[in-house]
């Protein structure tokens, strides 16, 4: 990178003119390298995606990172260097995206054929923890994943995964499962009741979870 300190990359973001256009270019630049080196290396789930494809795709990422940035500035705190933070902007917003256009068209029954890819998927940031919190990380990412396989009905199991984890919609779900918006909350409702008994059975808390995956899970509620 080009040596900059936190406080010059946010004076020079927040500028105008040529010292404004040089910085935005540096840190485009940066973020499309983090974002083309994230997918080569970290989702071998686009070996199908050609390699044009996955360019044209870390260029559109870094452009959306860069102007999430430019608005969340001002949150910047500099507790760890400025592109620490902005990679994790760039990557959060690109694992995000990947998550909505890879299952937009997905059958239900590919809901749950890719269900541990899914499970991993949202705790993505698994990589960027030490070795011991990614260890227990990955181990409550296969109870998860367990309690869900074997605990709950298959239509419960359906319910969750594709509201929850697909992010798709309760009128879209119901539509497709071919029961009312009623019968999907109860079916939810029962299938987080399940999954919360099985981990109180086992002395883990939602604040557990949350603890264990506080930088990079989204929040969940059982």
């Known amino acids: 990178m080009s040596g900059r300190s936190n406080e010059q990359w946010l004076q020079e973001l927040q500028s105008s003119g040529e010292e404004q256009l040089e910085a935005l270019d540096t840190l485009r630049d940066y973020l499309l390298r983090a974002i083309l080196v994230y997918l080569h290396k970290h989702r071998g789930d686009l070996a199908n995606w050609s390699s044009g494809d996955i360019h044209q795709f870390a260029e559109d990422m870094s452009q959306d990172a860069l102007l999430a940035i430019r608005q969340k500035l001002d949150t910047f705190r500099g507790d760890s260097k400025f592109t620490t933070w902005a990679y994790r902007f760039a990557i959060n917003i690109t694992a995000g995206e990947l998550r909505r256009s890879r299952y937009r068209d997905l059958s239900l029954e590919g809901v749950q054929e890719q269900e541990s890819l899914l499970l991993a998927e949202v705790f993505r940031d698994t990589q960027n923890a030490g070795p011991e919190i990614a260890t227990e990380r ?18 419960q199991r359906l319910a969750i995964l594709a509201v929850h984890f697909h992010e798709r919609s309760m009128q879209e779900v119901a539509e497709k499962m071919g029961i009312n918006r009623n019968a999907l909350y109860k079916l939810l409702h029962d299938a987080r009741k399940r999954i919360k008994a099985q981990l109180q059975e086992r002395y883990i808390s939602s604040g557990d979870v949350l603890a264990l995956f506080e930088t990079s899970a989204k929040e969940i509620s059982y």
Do not use: G, K, M
């Open 138 to 155: 990955q181990a409550f990412i296969d109870l998860l994943s367990r309690i869900i396989r074997e605990e709950l009905t298959e239509r």
